[in-house]
């Protein structure tokens, strides 16, 4: 499966911006996806993940309250909604893709097998 961010640009801390995460190849509407970020001179970390539709959801300490992660398995897309952007958003943001991964490897950005190219997101303070 190959996967295609986008969404990122720049924004006023408190606003809002909507990632997309597309998929080709497969129908991944059974494929865990998750969210991950690095900023300037920072590890990756992880932020959210959905292990498929209607399944379980996690959220990185913090991203609770502020981003969520639906999904549109009719147009093979996961989101990111991101609401009261702060400037620690600011990153490169990833989304992953496994159909193997178990509630308890979410978290785990090497667990995923297959990346998407990252979008930059900017958040102005």
């Known amino acids: 499966v190959q996967l295609q961010a986008s969404g990122g640009g720049l924004v006023q801390a408190g606003g809002s911006l909507r990632l997309s995460c597309a998929a080709s190849?497969?129908?991944?509407?059974?494929?865990?996806v998750g969210w991950f970020r690095q900023a300037p001179g920072k590890e990756r970390e992880f932020v959210a993940a959905n292990r498929w539709s209607g399944g379980t959801t996690v959220y990185a300490d913090s991203a609770k309250g502020r981003f969520m992660i639906p999904r549109d398995n009719a147009r093979n897309t996961v989101y990111l909604q991101m609401n009261s952007l702060k400037p620690e958003d600011t990153a490169v943001y990833y989304c992953?893709?496994?159909?193997?991964?178990?509630?308890?490897?979410?978290?785990?950005?090497?667990?995923?097998?297959?990346w998407g190219q990252g979008t930059l997101v900017t958040v102005s303070s």
């Open positions: 190849g497969r129908t991944f509407s059974r494929y865990a």
């Open positions: 992953a893709a496994d159909p193997r991964i178990i509630v308890g490897t979410m978290r785990v950005g090497h667990e995923y097998d297959y």
